[in-house]
């Protein structure tokens, strides 16, 4: 008799009329929310401005969704072309079937395009979502729980996953590798914050950071997973991807330290205000001073040039008349002087 496991739920979509709600779809669309709300604040936090991650968001996610579709049909591709398989299954997205490699390197493009529309580099910009995209990742994942599927080795753990007799599968307890995976991200998400707050990582090494610690614990994960999969030399060849992804993260991060330490001090161009202020970069309070008194000079010097030649006429006269009364007082003074002085 088991004592304890974790169930899975009956069915994984509920319908609202004729309107299918799907767990996966959900577990999706709550983690692209949690990224995006979480790579916001972390943005403005650095110098950047609101809306900005949702914007670039808007070219990363599509881009993310179908690069993780096609490594998924890719490197499954016998679920979908082999014979007896029906290949339309390739473009039901709501079964299930994401690849992550695939998702992150195909939404890296797509951000990679909103970061060139707005002027922006996409390492600050990876930087500001990477704990964000860990705990999607962590949301995600149980969008596999709805589904029954990506479970691991038979176990009698407390913690084992029931899961139900259906199409390409046996009932069982089995380690919830969902879960595992789940966890594995919360923790990285959280590890990435701390690191950064903590070494004030910049030019993408705590993205690198984030890629290097999930990897690490795909390698054990991926491993306990049972569902069909190619093999290179013994290994799921997840497994072999996460190693290899994984130590480029980790030679990026060394390599970027010693290249460029530090952080960005400015990581999005700010726009000139209607108030006349000047754009990011260019001329401060005492350009702006500077700028005012040349103006004034060049108004003092418009002023002379316009009068006319009868004002010039009577400016000379008076000019000339204080002349005289000033050599007259001269004259007067050095006589005094005299007399006073043969006494």
């Known amino acids: ?45 650095r110098g950047g401005t609101a809306g900005t991650v949702a914007d670039i968001a808007v070219w990363a996610v599509p881009f993310g969704l179908v690069g993780g579709r096609l490594y998924h049909v890719i490197t499954d591709y016998q679920l979908y072309f082999s014979e007896g398989e029906n290949w339309v299954d390739a473009f039901k997205i709501w079964q299930g079937g994401l690849g992550i490699w695939g998702a992150i390197a195909l939404g ?13 580099a996409l390492p600050a910009y990876a930087d500001a979502i990477a704990p964000g995209i860990a705990f999607a990742q962590a949301i995600g994942r149980w969008g596999n729980w709805f589904n029954q599927e990506l479970y691991g080795k038979p176990t009698d753990l407390p913690w084992a996953l029931k899961i139900t ?40 090494r705590a993205f690198a950071l984030y890629v290097a610690a999930y990897c690490s614990g795909r390698v054990w994960t991926e491993y306990l997973r049972i569902d069909e999969a190619h093999h290179i030399l013994g290994l799921r060849l997840n497994v072999w991807t996460a190693i290899v992804v ?58 002379v040039e316009d009068r006319s030649p009868e004002d010039s006429e009577v400016k000379a006269e008076a000019d000339a008349d204080g002349e005289k009364e000033t050599a007259a007082r001269e004259k007067d003074g050095a006589g005094n ?7």
Do not use: Q
């Not at 890296?108 to 922006?120: F, M, N, P």
């Open 108 to 120: 890296a493009v797509g951000a990679w395009i909103g970061c060139r529309r707005r002027g922006i």
């Open 165 to 204: 007799e259906g199409p390409n599968r046996e009932a069982g307890l089995y380690h919830p590798t969902f879960l595992y995976e789940s966890l594995w991200n919360v923790g990285v998400g959280f590890l990435v914050i701390w690191a950064d707050r903590r070494f004030k990582l910049g030019h993408g």
């Open 1 to 45: 008799m088991d004592l304890a496991y974790i169930p899975s739920p009956s069915t994984g979509v509920i319908h609202l009329g004729p309107i299918p709600l799907r767990g996966y779809a959900f577990c999706i669309i709550i983690g692209v929310f949690v990224a995006v709300w979480l790579g916001n604040k972390r943005w403005i936090a």
């Open 246 to 303: 994984g130590l480029l993260a980790v030679v990026y991060m060394i390599v970027s330290s010693k290249l460029r330490p530090g952080r960005e001090e400015i990581v999005e161009p700010r726009k000139a205000t209607a108030e006349g202020e000047p754009a990011e970069g260019g001329e401060g309070a005492e350009g702006v001073k500077g700028v005012e008194g040349k103006a004034d000079e060049s108004a003092e010097d418009t002023a």
């Open 337 to 343: 002087g005299a007399g006073a002085g043969g006494r």
